[in-house]
């Protein structure tokens, strides 16, 4: 708060030069200290309010306004909780942060990234029509080779879901890299209630040869409904890993970004209290989980 302060204080002595404005512009005197916020979330927003009064009035150098924002965005950004942090180049998913592996298989990637290959019984993944037998050649060397989870192989024929408990905010940011090797996919991230994890918000990928398309979803024991939805501007299955963004804002609206661009956006307010972890989940594919942020917001 006094680095707040002072900033406040910048403002004012940057501003005091000024002798004469229009009549209907607000005129800057010297702060004497006698406003006070609520909140440093209160305060950044009188702040930035301030700067931007000041460009309009050219009540200031542009370069001291410009120096000002940027440490005021970059005390904004320290003071963000993180709640969730893990690009699993450590080499143990068993701390900092705790994961636990509920079904399935994940292995860690000597990279980084947590590796999932979900194979349903009777089936074979395919790229462009074809067998992927690059991948199956992989899944053996990794197979007797590889950090893994229980279970030595990553090959599972049963849906892979790993979780991580953690006390997360109503309103969230969650960015993470994501690398699907081949189609049929289907994966998803999902923010959760209860030590079952049986409610919460799910965003889902899936693809096939044909299409691909991201969904949001609201669940509880009492069903899931499907939110919103919509397909990224290229399929995932390209050989590089892509950057997928969810934020849900105070009152509800949640944005979903994909490599930076937004895919859609929802306000739902069906959950109204914070979440007490994430999980990461292998429906069907071969699935790279390369890193994960998860932030207030």
């Known amino acids: 708060m006094k680095r707040m302060a002072a900033l406040l204080t910048a403002i004012a002595l940057g501003t005091t030069s000024i002798t004469t404005l229009h009549a209907a512009d607000v005129r800057y005197s010297e702060w004497k200290g006698s406003q006070t916020v609520?909140?440093?979330?209160?305060?950044?927003?009188?702040?930035?309010?301030?700067?931007?009064?000041?460009?309009?009035?050219?009540?200031?150098?542009?370069?001291?306004?410009?120096?000002?924002?940027?440490?005021?965005?970059?005390?904004?950004?320290s003071q963000v909780p993180v709640f969730i942090k893990d690009n699993f180049t450590d080499g143990d998913i068993t701390r900092n942060p705790a994961w636990t592996i509920a079904t399935g298989k994940f292995g860690l990637e000597k990279?980084?990234?947590?590796?999932?290959?979900?194979?349903?019984?009777?089936?074979?993944?395919?790229?462009?029509?074809?067998?992927d037998t690059a991948s199956s050649i992989l899944d053996t060397i990794l197979g007797s080779g590889k950090?893994?989870?229980?279970?030595?192989?990553?090959?599972?024929t049963?849906?892979?879901?790993?979780?991580?408990?953690?006390?997360?905010?109503?309103?969230?940011d969650i960015l993470g890299s994501v690398l699907s090797r081949n189609t049929p996919a289907d994966f998803e991230w999902v923010v959760y209630q209860g030590?079952?994890?049986?409610?919460?918000?799910?965003?889902?990928?899936?693809?096939?040869a044909a299409s691909a398309v991201f969904e949001l979803s609201r669940f509880s024991r009492k069903g899931t409904a499907v939110i919103d939805g919509g397909p990224p501007p290229i399929a995932m299955e390209d050989g590089g890993?892509?950057?997928?963004?969810?934020?849900?804002?105070?009152?509800?609206?949640?944005?979903?970004?994909?490599?930076?661009?937004?895919?859609?956006?929802?306000?739902?307010?069906?959950?109204?209290?914070?979440?007490?972890?994430?999980?990461?989940?292998?429906?069907?594919?071969d699935v790279l989980f390369r890193d994960i942020e998860v932030r207030g917001f």
């Open 147 to 156: 950090k893994s989870g229980p279970g030595g192989s990553l090959v599972s």
């Open 241 to 285: 890993a892509h950057k997928i963004g969810w934020k849900r804002a105070a009152g509800g609206l949640m944005t979903i970004t994909f490599d930076g661009e937004e895919l859609f956006s929802i306000t739902d307010q069906g959950i109204k209290s914070g979440f007490d972890g994430i999980a990461m989940v292998n429906n069907t594919g």
């Open 195 to 208: 030590a079952d994890r049986s409610s919460g918000y799910r965003l889902n990928y899936s693809s096939d």
């Open 38 to 77: 609520a909140s440093t979330e209160e305060l950044i927003q009188r702040l930035n309010t301030l700067i931007d009064t000041a460009e309009r009035q050219r009540a200031a150098d542009p370069r001291f306004l410009e120096d000002l924002r940027d440490a005021l965005d970059a005390y904004g950004t």
């Open 111 to 131: 990279t980084g990234g947590l590796r999932s290959i979900v194979r349903p019984a009777g089936t074979g993944s395919t790229q462009g029509g074809k067998q």
């Open 158 to 172: 049963q849906r892979a879901e790993i979780f991580t408990a953690a006390k997360i905010t109503n309103s969230f």
